[in-house]
């Protein structure tokens, strides 16, 4: 069953395995992925997914009147998660 701005990538030839999640308004794309290893399962990560979208659309419609600066925060937000991710893999491999 398709599940609306979610998508499973299950490729035998990567290393991630997860959902991704993606959301597109006023110009702007968000998108954040959920690793089943890092969350335990492929249900453990969907259901993670699933929260953070349901989440942003949330915050989406409590926001109407200032989206375009929502979406600039919450993708601001998604890029410092991935920075401090990749600091983290960076300072661990030197």
Avoid at 55 to 73: G, H
Wanted: net charge neutral; proline share 1%.
């Amino acid at each position: 069953m398709k599940v609306k701005n979610l998508t499973r990538y299950t490729y035998e030839n990567t290393d991630f395995q997860g959902w991704r999640v993606s959301i597109q308004r006023c110009g702007r794309i968000i998108t954040r992925y959920f690793s089943d290893l890092q969350y335990g399962s492929e249900e453990e990560s969907k259901a993670a997914a699933i929260e953070y979208r349901d989440t942003v659309f949330a915050n989406m419609n409590s926001n109407r009147e200032n989206l375009p600066e929502y979406m600039d925060r919450e993708l601001a937000h998604v890029q410092d998660l991935l920075r401090e991710k990749n600091s983290g893999l960076t300072l661990h491999n030197r």
